[in-house]
Structures are given as C-alpha cells and as structure tokens.
C-alpha cells in the first residue's frame, strides 16, 4: 500500500520513520529547507531513551500533485493550518485521509472533503525539531478511527498498521475522543503559558494543579451535557476522587522532570496560535451549550500573552 505522510513536524516524521521501517512504502512531504535536509542527510531522529541518533532514508516530495495517487494520506498538520491543504486534497484521487493531531471541528472537517473517507487519529509522540534532526519521545501508540456514524475502518487501519510496531487502539467515535483530548489538553498549555514553558516552576504548587484538574472537569462536563461521550472511557468517572489523584500525579510527574518540556511545553511554545484556535473554538461550544467554566477562564487569564 502506498503511503503519504503530508506534513514533517515531530509527529509526521516519526509516523514517516515507523512506516518504513516497516517495510512500507511511504513518502514524507516537506518543504524548504527541513525537506533539503532530510534529502542530503537523511531524517536524522534522537529519541529521548535511545543512545543513538536513527537515520531513514525517505522518500521525500515537496507538494501534492493532482495526479499522484496513494492508498492513504496522513495529514499531519497543526489545526490552523488544514484549511490551507483542503483544495489540494479535494483535487487529489486518494480517497482515504487520515487527520492526525489536535482537531475540535472534526464534523466539520469530513463535511468539506465529502468525496473522501475521512479518519481521524492521535498519537502518542512528543518533541522538537532542531536544524537537522527531531528530538522526541514516541510511544509507538495510536488512537484511529472515524466519525461515530461513518462506516467503520477497522479493517483498512489493521492493514496499514500491519507489521509496524505501533500499538493500535482503534476508535469509532474520533470526534468525543478529540473533543475530550482538547478539553484535557488546553489547561495544561495554560500552565505551560503561565510559566513561560518553565513547568518546573509548577512543582509542588499543588493549589495551582488543582485547579487545572478543576478545568478539566469543567470542560468534560460542558461536553457531557451536550450529549458527548467521554473518551477514552477509563476518564468516564471523571467527577470522582479516583480521577483527580490520577489527574494529579500526571501532572506533578509533568512539572518535576523533563518529561514535561519535551512531551508538553516544547509544542505548546511553539504552537501558541494552534492552542489558541483551539481555545477560542472550544469556548465557543461551551458558550453555544450554556455551559459555565470559570477555573477555565481564570486559568486562561493567567496565561497572559500567549493566547489571542
């Protein structure tokens, strides 16, 4: 089956790297001067528990032609930046597209590619990209699927997954498991902002994660009400104490070691306009459903100048 990875930030190039190394025959499409490195040098990859630098040689392309057809596209882009690659998509014949990464529109999204079988996915990887290679931590996990009431791809994604060493967690309802992320997601990048991406200076402020917990529950509560499932369902009893002491030791491990720069602050700081989009569409469902959030938006004012 022949794979495109459209999009070579950390996530892209570590689905692209996995992929071959499979055996698979896939492309990376990146631009400029990051695609000139990978075609001179190879993509160059430093995991964080791996004393070695990985080395790929992948096929590299610079744009998605009319004419190129693929089995699968993985767009691997940040939410602000899909509607610029919709056109592209629509006037391209590969029909299965899989959305990778932060996306609270996801009904939307599959609306405006109606001709397409349109999938979503979360990965579990983290990092940054430096010159010439990514630094990253990468779980080798993912989370893939469609929109609740589209027909089910089971059987395409054990396909492409087939013989990579990516632990698959298949999920029929992409749009709930997203919306949950966001809401999970968006108060730790308000720690992240608060702190000026210094998480460390978190540690021990119990009072201060606290009320992130208390956000979070927020957010899972306006989506509840309005009729969407909680996912993934281990955070279902998300009002209860057992949900807070995980919550809390999640994000206590996150402010005290480096696992919190490299998994959570590097990408927020870098993607503040992408948190940002996601914040104000977020509280936009929130206000259409009469929900109330305010350790949300307090949390949100402490971030100061990052948010827009």
Not at 71 to 93: E, H, K, W
Not at 236 to 244: H, P, S, T
Request: charged fraction near 25%; glycine fraction near 8%.
């Amino acid at each position: 089956m022949k794979i495109l990875v459209f999009g070579a930030g950390v996530l892209g190039c570590n689905l692209a790297r996995n992929f071959f190394r499979a055996g698979k025959d896939v492309k990376l499409l990146a631009r400029g001067s990051w695609a000139e490195e990978i075609q001179k040098n190879g993509l160059r990859i430093k995991d964080k528990f791996s004393p070695r630098m990985s080395v790929s040689r992948i096929p590299v392309v610079t744009a998605l032609e009319a004419a190129d057809r693929y089995d699968m596209i993985f767009v691997v882009l940040r939410y602000t930046q899909l509607g610029s690659i919709l056109d592209a998509l629509r006037a391209n014949p590969t029909r299965n597209l899989v959305f990778v990464g932060n996306d609270v529109g996801a009904r939307a999204l599959a609306a405006s590619l109606p001709e397409k079988n349109v999938l979503f996915a979360f990965a579990s990887s983290a990092g940054h990209r430096e010159p010439d290679h990514v630094a990253s931590i990468d779980l080798k996990k993912i989370t893939i699927g469609q929109l609740p009431d589209a027909t089910s791809n089971e059987q395409l994604i054990g396909q492409i997954f087939d013989g990579t060493k990516y632990k698959v967690r298949y999920e029929p309802n992409m749009e709930d498991y997203l919306l949950c992320h966001a809401a999970f997601v968006l108060p730790v990048a308000f720690a992240c902002y608060k702190t000026d991406g210094e998480l460390k200076r978190l540690k021990g402020n119990t009072a201060y994660l606290s009320r992130m917990i208390d956000a979070v529950i927020e957010g899972y509560s306006a989506l509840r009400n309005a009729g969407h499932e909680i996912l993934p369902k281990e955070d279902a009893a998300f009002e209860g104490a057992a949900f807070r002491k995980t919550c809390l030791r999640f994000f206590r491990l996150m402010c005290a070691t480096s696992l919190g720069k490299l998994c959570v602050s590097d990408h927020a700081m870098n993607a503040a306009g992408e948190m940002s989009a996601l914040n104000r569409d977020l509280k936009r469902f929130f206000d259409e459903h009469g929900a109330a959030y305010p350790a949300w938006q307090e949390l949100e004012a402490e971030a100061g100048r990052y948010l827009k």
